[in-house]
């Protein structure tokens, strides 16, 4: 484990499923402020997921590409733990709405408790971004609806086809 912790690092921790415009505004902006971004790609044994970790990472890999300074690393546990073993002060977040405050609130000071070290910077989502979410996206996805102005072209075809297969799955 690191011992020093540097405050141009920065992690940015999410489920990521799947991968969307808001998130990627975020990593895109996260970028330019920090010295090494890293996108922690959370596995939850508890949680199922439209796309399993190994695609997760594997398309958040394909539409980072180009952006420098970001890497893409998965998780398990906790994510204070994660932002120390990469050896980063910084764990950043997006904001959304005033629901999002509320819950983020409870969750940096959460991380403050646990790691007193570790500080939360927020950036907050650009207006044409604030209302997407990924559950939002894989109901759309689910029912035929437009994807374009929410995902990259990758992540559509991505979404599709998972949709498409879960919907010709014969029921049991
Ligand atoms: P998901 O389950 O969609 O991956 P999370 O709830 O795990 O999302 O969120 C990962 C991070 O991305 C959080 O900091 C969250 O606030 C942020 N985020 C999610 N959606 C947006 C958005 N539309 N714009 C900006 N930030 C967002």
């Not at 010295?35 to 959370?42: A, K, P, T």
């Not at 420098?68 to 997006?94: C, D, N, S």
């Not at 102005?149 to 014969?170: C, M, N, T, Y």
């Amino acid at each position: 484990m690191p011992a020093s912790l540097n405050p141009r690092y920065a992690v940015y921790t999410g489920t990521f499923d799947p991968v969307h415009l808001g998130h990627l505004d975020i990593i895109q902006r996260g970028s330019q402020l920090f010295d090494r971004l890293i996108v922690g790609v959370g596995i939850n044994p508890e949680k199922t997921t439209l796309f399993s970790i190994e695609e997760r990472v594997e398309l958040l890999q394909q539409v980072v590409q180009g952006i420098p300074r970001v890497e893409i690393q998965p998780f398990l546990g906790l994510a204070v733990r994660f932002v120390r073993e990469a050896g980063a002060r910084i764990m950043l977040r997006g904001l959304r709405t005033l629901s999002d405050m509320e819950y983020e609130f409870t969750m940096s000071l959460t991380n403050l408790a646990l790691d007193s070290a570790i500080e939360t910077v927020f950036l907050m989502a650009k207006e044409e971004y604030s209302h997407i979410s990924s559950t939002l996206i894989r109901q759309i996805a689910s029912f035929g609806g437009e994807l374009d102005k929410f995902v990259p072209p990758l992540i559509k075809s991505a979404l599709l086809d998972r949709v498409g297969e879960r919907q010709h799955r014969p029921q049991p």
